[in-house]
Every structure is written in C-alpha cells, then in structure tokens.
C-alpha cells in the first residue's frame, strides 16, 4: 500500500506561482517512480510532469516545459511541482501519482497509485 496526499492547490492571477507537494507513506518512497497529472473538466487527465526514483530523470509535457519544474526530497518522502508563469490553460485538478520501479513512466495507466487531487484555478 502506498498513501499519497497533495498539497497546495489554490486560485492565483495568470502570472502567478504556485508550489504543489505530494506526501507518500507505505513504501520507500526512493523506490517510487512518481509523477504529476491533471485533468480539466470535459477533458482527459494528461501528463505533466514525471521524475524518477532517484530524481536524476525527469520528463515534462510540452505545454509546460520551461515554466514547471518537478522535484523530489527522498529524505522527506515529498515530491513537488513548483508552477511559474501560469496561465488559464493551466486550470485543471492535478493529481499526484506513483509506481514501484527506477524507470520514468508517462502513460497514467502505468501508475497504481494515486493522490485525492488538488485544484489549481488561474484567473485571467
């Protein structure tokens, strides 16, 4: 079993920035291949961000590439997404997600696990 809870999530003006954490129990969270997800109503939940284990490969969507930017704290069990420039596209639940394995995954249905979902709201 492996327990993941997102933070962060809130309403900020296009521009803005916001920082989404992602605790997880239940498993050395080294061990975990992790990544960012979300998903706006209507629409389907896409990729946006995916780090390895270790933290030494990371992966982001071309939409936002140059504005996020993933990480890890193996030693706090939390990951991150840190948003910068965001926009109204941008708006969506984002869900916090995980897998057994060194390797970097980009399909959602590759990950087992999965946080409750934060909602990010980017106001024009």
């Known amino acids: 079993q492996v327990q993941l809870i997102e933070f962060g999530g809130g309403l900020v003006q296009a521009g803005g920035s916001l920082r989404l954490s992602c605790a997880a129990s239940?498993?050395?969270?080294?061990?975990?291949?992790m990544a960012w997800f979300r998903q706006a109503p209507g629409l389907e939940r896409g990729l946006v961000a995916a780090?390895?284990?270790?933290?030494?490969?990371?992966y982001y969507s071309d939409t936002v590439k140059g504005r996020f930017t993933i990480s890890r704290d193996n030693a706090k069990n939390t990951m991150y997404l840190q948003m910068n420039s965001l926009t109204p596209e941008d708006t969506a639940v984002y869900y916090c997600a995980a897998r057994s394995g060194g390797s970097l995954w980009r399909n959602k249905d590759e990950y087992n696990y999965w946080g409750q979902g934060t909602q990010v709201s980017v106001s024009s």
């Open positions: 239940g498993r050395t969270f080294s061990r975990l291949s």
């Open positions: 780090i390895s284990g270790s933290g030494s490969i990371t």
